[in-house]
């Protein structure tokens, strides 16, 4: 039998990496309940994140993130030590030739600031709004429970049909 190889995700391959190193396959810093692994350092049960531990040693909570990579350009931004992590992480997925532009080659230095930009917008939806999509879904199935298929009517909904 003839089986096509399923392509590894080197991003996933890396949390699982960071779980491991944690100890924990459900990791969180108790101070601020931050819980994503590239954020968290440590190891159960001494798990904080990078922006907590900064705080408890007087260390800055926001850090430089060169946006294009520090090889296109030196341009940074003051990012929160947590996302600065997570967006470091996020640059490993462009490739060796955009994210070191050996040549200096003026479209990988275009190529990178745009990814940067992505994923730094990236970020910020999933962040601030990444949530909702999950509990409107879970709200919605609580409601049918309670009140039936068809609930916006039972509970007078007037709003525009979408």
Known sequence: MNRERLPIDAREVRREEKLRQLGSRTPSCPR???????ALTG???????????AAVTGKATMEAH???GRHNSEI????????H??????????????????DRSPLLKAAAALRGWLDVLTLIIERTVGWIPAFLEWLDAALRREH?????????WEGPEL
């Open 32 to 38: 601020c309940g931050e819980n994503d692994p590239l």
């Open 43 to 53: 190891n159960e049960p001494e798990i904080l994140c990078y922006a907590c531990r």
């Open 66 to 68: 060169h946006l294009a």
């Open 76 to 83: 940074t931004v003051l990012i929160p030590a947590n996302d």
């Open 85 to 102: 992590r997570i967006l470091s992480d996020a640059q490993c997925d462009w490739g060796d030739e955009t994210l070191r532009n050996p």
């Open 148 to 156: 039936g298929d068809h609930w916006w009517h039972v509970l007078g």
